[in-house]
């Protein structure tokens, strides 16, 4: 399994990512949790792989919209709106893996132009 990137860069910050124990995870009520003041993410590191990548990606997917500047009726809409496109896109990685092989592809290409 490839480690986990210590930061991700969402627009112009740069977010910490830090696991935490299951423990802490659960006093904290969270598999996932962003702050955008300090511009770090928590994450429950004793997820399954799949469970961690999608909340990571339903964090980041936060940072996205708020660096973005979306807003939503509340924050029961905003959660809504991320779980479904952090699933959403979570399943569509996981079922098409020719579809990922072309974007790394696609990626690669990028940093050559």
Sequence with gaps: MKTIPSKIKIGYQTYKL???????????????QIDYNKEHILYNQELKPLE?????????????FQYHGTNFKNSK?????????????TTLLVDNPKFIAYLKHALKETEND
């Design 18 to 32: 830090e696991g935490v124990d299951k423990g802490m995870a659960e006093q904290l009520g969270i598999c996932g």
């Design 52 to 64: 961690l990548f999608n909340t990571i990606l339903h964090e980041c997917l936060h940072g996205i």
């Design 77 to 89: 809409h905003e959660e809504d709106i991320v779980n479904t496109v952090a699933n959403g896109l």
